[in-house]
């Protein structure tokens, strides 16, 4: 699948930017199906360590609201959130004008 | 360079956590005068295991009688509620703290639900004493408890790696604000640590905050952990379909008695026939069940499956109405559990699909050594709630969000009384710096650091193939050394300091290195006790061993960075404990059932 990235340390760099990665869900998983929050952790594990998202206190259940993004424009809570192989998706922050680093922004 | 600044802060008492625990703890602290900072990993009743639970919480029989449940069961009293905790610890409770549990259920849990209807939460009886509401209402009432005082500082998405010591007293903490990066040093003259238990598996129904910091940083401190193979597993956990995946629904749905499915193993066999008939019919009413079903589910092969073919299609139906009715009561939602939306679970029992099911553990009956006033080994720490241990030994045989509430107003008071009689302990300036700079700058070459997130899924491998439900010898050795090989790399490995704006690495490291230690305490426990006790179950000694191993393990951290275990015997002043050997698990059951 094709994931298009939002990127952005608003510390170190002027404007965001997006990353891209081509990916084998299944190479990981052994499935073809992951959670939107799963593939954050593949990408920060297998692609780039520095990539942020909100993991430090998700409830995985949908209950705590802080693993919240937008997919493809729609804001969506990502531990909830089936993507699979096949899909191109964009995932961003929910509000872009607040962001700490990446997809994690002020007020989640 | 992007460096990180800091922010100082000076308290009588520092607690750790943002959940049932610390907020009980916080406001005793607070009652008795002292001035409290209290500071949490997530955000206070949005984190942590509470508002994920089931959300059961009880008291006895008369209490819950004289709160006007007419259902109530008064023969469930304070006395019959101790009997069950001591006897389904296999006896490592100690019964001081088990006494402490059944004196103050039922006032502890009438406050708790009074302040909860105050501001609208749901609560449903249950007979014979109990109540179920949701973990997101647990959530809301513990936040709404905390922000009813303003003796109390806290600050949130605060992850604090160190409890500064002075000569084997405690003297505050060291932590970081994850989202600004900031560096927090927070003085005081007791800490508390109250911030939930450890879950090393790669399968969980667990808040991704369940890392075992607190123990960890204890156990650094020079404070003992106890029980540390003791994992409770929760049989009914969904591993498919993927967006319920960790879900604890089909539990609920199991012991709701809700239209009841054939569990049935890879090859179609009921798991069932295998149980023994006096015992699983017994079950489903006792304080057994999870013991009962983990003990035959983690005999069965591979993964299991909810079956509902067997069931009568208006019974089904019946039952999904029955349950939206529960539902509604306990959230106000229909369809919704926690989070999601369980629509499509009962479709695919239209389309003649299963469930696939497995277990997941849910609580840490390990924890930190504490005594009877929830004091540590260190002067002026103390811990409370899933982090300390000692008031369910072998196999939680009461409800943990009870427990918090308890143990949190014994820490808070206790700490408080402590700080105000003392003075404070001051860190030496250098070491204090270095510390800080552990944090801030790191160690050795930012290029040389290792994969932690690499070292993180390999700590889950190791916990899933020498930690799980049914151990053996072989096994758990070999996830020891497993264990111990990362700790050494973890050691030698170089780290950098903590970067300004949210820094996943920094997050995975500390995950890595607490649970690490966790995990190799929990093995090495689970390796010297040779027998089966409680959820420590192991196919290679299936007896209850009394004569040998009626203690709690104790771990404890040596000078050259080594973990050492030692032995302590529970306190058994009240109910003698049995002598002799039962030949397994499920004998000593139905011997205290
Ligand atoms: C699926 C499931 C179902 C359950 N069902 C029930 C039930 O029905 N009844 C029952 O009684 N119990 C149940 N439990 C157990 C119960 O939820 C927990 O034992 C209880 O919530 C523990 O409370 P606590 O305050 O000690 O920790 P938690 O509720 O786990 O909270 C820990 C807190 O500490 C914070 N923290 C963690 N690390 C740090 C750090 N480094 N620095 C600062 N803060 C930190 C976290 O952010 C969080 O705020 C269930 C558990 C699970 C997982
Ligand atoms: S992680 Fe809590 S809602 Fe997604």
Request: proline residues 3%; charged residues 30%.
């Amino acid at each position: 699948m094709k994931v298009y990235l939002f990127r952005w340390n608003p510390r170190t760099e002027e404007k965001p930017r997006y990353d891209t990665y081509d990916m084998d869900l299944n190479s990981y998983l052994g499935r073809r199906e992951a959670t939107l929050l799963e593939l954050l952790g593949l990408i920060a594990r297998y692609y780039d360590h520095s990539l942020s998202f909100l993991n430090h206190s998700n409830c995985n259940r949908g209950v705590c609201k802080r693993c919240m993004v937008r997919l493809n424009g729609k804001v969506v809570l990502a531990c909830n959130e089936v993507v699979s192989e096949g899909m191109e998706i964009r995932v961003e922050p929910v509000n872009a004008t607040r962001v700490v680093r990446d997809l994690v922004t002020e007020g989640l | 360079m992007d460096t990180c600044e800091r922010y100082d802060l000076e308290g009588d008492v520092v607690v750790i956590g943002g959940s049932g625990a610390a907020v009980s703890a916080a406001l005793a602290a607070a009652e008795v005068g002292a001035k409290v900072i209290l500071l949490s990993k997530g955000k206070v009743g949005r984190s942590g295991n509470a508002i994920i639970s089931t959300a059961n919480i009880s008291m006895d029989g008369e209490s819950a009688y004289r709160m006007g449940e007419k259902r109530a069961d008064r023969r469930i009293t304070p006395k019959k509620i101790f009997e069950g905790i001591v006897t389904n610890s296999f006896f490592l409770s100690e019964q001081y703290h088990a006494a402490a549990f059944a004196e103050n259920c039922g006032r502890a849990v009438k406050d708790f639900i009074e302040t909860g209807r105050r501001i609208g939460e749901r609560f449903i009886f249950i007979p014979p004493s109990g109540w179920i509401t949701s973990g997101r209402a647990i959530g809301r009432i513990n936040r709404y408890r905390l922000r009813s005082t303003e003796s109390v500082t806290f600050l949130e998405d605060v992850m604090v790696t160190d409890i500064l010591t002075v000569r084997n007293r405690a003297a505050g903490v060291l932590g970081v604000e994850l989202k600004s990066g900031r560096l927090i040093l927070a003085k005081a003259r007791a800490v508390i640590v109250a911030s939930g238990g450890f879950q090393p598996f790669s399968f969980k129904c667990t808040s991704s905050d369940t890392t075992g910091d607190g123990l960890a940083m204890a156990l650094r401190a020079g404070a003992g952990l106890s029980d540390m193979e003791f994992q409770l597993f929760l049989p009914g956990v969904l591993v498919q379909p993927l967006n319920h995946r960790g879900s604890i629904f089909p539990f609920l749905w199991y012991v709701g008695g809700f239209a009841t499915p054939d569990i049935l193993d890879e090859k179609g066999r009921r798991i069932i026939d295998s149980y023994e008939r006096s015992i699983l019919e017994k079950s489903l009413a006792s304080k057994w069940f999870k013991l009962i079903h983990a003990y035959y589910w983690a005999r069965a092969q591979g993964p299991l499956y909810f079956d509902f073919g067997s069931v009568k299609r208006m019974k089904y139906l019946v039952s999904v109405v029955r349950e939206n009715i529960l539902l509604k009561l306990m959230t106000g939602e229909r369809w919704r559990y926690q989070g999601e939306d369980f629509r499509d679970l009962h479709e695919m029992v239209k389309r003649g699909e299963r469930w696939k099911v497995s277990m997941s553990s849910e609580y840490s009956m390990g924890g930190i050594l504490v005594e009877r006033n929830m004091e540590t080994s260190v002067e002026g720490l103390f811990a409370c709630g899933e982090a300390a241990s000692g008031f369910f030994g072998a196999f939680r045989g009461e409800r943990a969000l009870t427990e918090v509430l308890i143990e949190g107003e014994i820490a808070g008071r206790e700490a408080a009384r402590f700080a105000m009689g003392s003075s404070f302990a001051e860190p030496g300036r250098e070491w204090l710096a270095e510390r800080i700079n552990m944090i801030a700058v790191g160690k050795g070459k930012e290029a040389q650091m290792p994969d932690y997130f690499e070292m993180s899924a390999e700590l889950e491998r190791l916990a899933d193939y020498g930690f799980g439900a049914l151990r053996r010898e072989e096994t758990m050795r070999e996830a020891l050394d497993g264990v111990r090989k990362v700790r050494e790399a973890l050691d030698m490995a170089a780290y950098r300091g903590v970067k300004p704006g949210y820094d996943t690495l920094f997050i995975e490291r500390v995950r890595v290195e607490n649970l690490a230690i966790c995990l190799e305490a929990g093995l090495l426990s689970a390796l010297k006790r040779r027998e089966s006790r409680g959820m420590h179950m192991r196919s290679d000694y299936e007896e209850v061993d009394n004569e040998n191993f009626l203690y709690r393990s104790v771990v404890s951290l040596r000078e050259d960075g080594r973990i050492e275990l030692s032995r302590k015997k529970p306190d058994c002043s009240v109910i003698e404990p049995p002598s002799g050997r039962e030949a397994g698990i499920i004998d000593y059951i139905r011997r205290y059932p």
